[in-house]
């Protein structure tokens, strides 16, 4: 199973994107979910992590105060709203899921393809 990122774009610095990360055909149920970002060449970045509950998130300094992580557990999706966007945020932006602590960020999986977001400036 397989998560799907959707919702990117083409903006400008400043402007502001939601992501949705969906899960058809599974619940996730109990899992925490994470948001994270690659671009070519580096390795997968950690962005903002969500617990089962939505009552904790955590989030990387690079995006704290702009960058809000949420869930909706009825509809099994979990968003990730993205406020003051700048140049240095494009990248591909995936989504994870892990059954242990939502803070155990290399731990998370059922990666998809992304949601390509791209900011100029």
């Known amino acids: 199973v397989q998560l799907q990122a959707s919702g990117g774009g083409l903006v400008q610095a400043g402007d502001s994107l939601r992501l949705s990360c969906a899960a058809p055909?599974?619940?996730?149920?109990?899992?925490?979910r994470a948001w994270f970002r690659q671009t070519p060449g580096k390795e997968r970045e950690f962005v903002a992590a969500?617990?089962?509950?939505?009552?904790?998130?955590y989030y990387a300094d690079s995006v704290k105060g702009r960058f809000t992580i949420s869930r909706d557990n009825a509809m099994n999706t979990v968003y990730l709203q993205m406020n003051s966007l700048k140049p240095e945020d494009t990248a591909v932006y995936l989504c994870?899921?892990?059954?242990?602590?939502?803070?155990?960020?290399?731990?998370?999986?059922?990666w998809g393809q992304g949601t390509q977001v791209t900011v100029s400036s």
């Open positions: 994870g899921a892990y059954s242990g602590t939502y803070r155990a960020v290399e731990r998370y999986g059922y």
């Open positions: 055909g599974r619940t996730f149920s109990g899992y925490a």
């Open positions: 969500i617990s089962w509950s939505g009552g904790s998130t």
